[in-house]
């Protein structure tokens, strides 16, 4: 008789790791790469903190929101 416990979606080994891990470590890689942007633009205390507030608080929309709208124009253009 055969005693290895059933297959299930839980019982995934290393590819269910593997994937914890990238849906746990992208998020924070892109909080910290947008939160070193925001550091490094030429905002304001306030504005650099309310970015950062909106990056860390909303994921994905926030970081969207400060790529198209929140960099100042200057450091788009390479200027």
């Known amino acids: 008789m055969d005693q290895r416990p059933p297959k299930t979606s ?3 080994g ?4 593997v994937l914890a891990i990238l849906i746990i ?3 924070i ?6 939160t070193v942007l925001i550091i490094e633009d030429d905002l304001s205390v ?3 903190i309310l970015w950062i507030l909106a990056c860390w608080l909303t994921q994905w ?3 969207t929101l400060y ?3 929140g960099q100042r124009r200057n450091r788009l253009l390479g200027v």
């Open 10 to 12: 839980a019982n995934l």
């Open 14 to 17: 290393c590819l269910g790791t």
């Open 25 to 27: 470590l992208v998020p």
């Open 29 to 34: 890689i892109g909080d910290i790469t947008c």
């Open 46 to 48: 306030t504005e650099k």
């Open 61 to 63: 929309i926030g970081r």
């Open 67 to 69: 790529l198209l709208v």
